[in-house]
Nanobody, 124 residues
Framework: QAQLWESGGGLVQAGESLRLSCTTS????????MGWFRQAPGKEREGVAC????????YYKDSVKGRFTITRDNAKGTLYLQMNDLKPEDTAMYYC?????????????????WGQGTQVTVSA
């Protein structure tokens, strides 16, 4: 059974940076498109950034373009999200996903095995 672990979240001030990491087990990482999603209190989970299996095709939610960068290291089986110039509206629980049904629009399957997530809190 596939499992995903997210790490790297924290409490930062607006304008600061964080780097999230995601590791997996029970799946062939380098054969999967991957993505980062987030869910703020009272809101639905949304796709933030997705990347194809080779790491050459990416998609970003409009509000994070130019600030966030998704990358992957297939040799290490790790997915990253570099988040720069963080804003209070980026505050959310961040999750990674391995069941991506569409990179454009960054859509995850309902069958994705969601992990515990990592909390990102940005103060003004």
């Amino acid at each position: 059974q596939a499992q995903l672990w997210e790490s790297g979240g924290g409490l930062v001030q607006a304008g600061e940076s964080l780097r999230l990491s995601c590791t997996t087990s029970g799946l062939t990482f380098d054969r999967r498109a991957m993505g980062w999603f987030r869910q703020a209190p009272g809101k639905e989970r949304e796709g933030v950034a997705c990347i194809n299996r080779y790491g050459v095709r990416t998609y970003y939610k409009d509000s994070v373009k130019g600030r966030f960068t998704i990358t992957r290291d297939n040799a290490k089986g790790t997915l990253y999200l570099q988040m720069n110039d963080l804003k209070p509206e980026d505050t959310a629980m961040y999750y990674c996903a391995a069941e991506i049904v569409a990179i454009d629009g960054c859509l995850a399957s309902s069958n994705n095995p969601w992990g515990q997530g990592t909390q990102v809190t940005v103060s003004a």
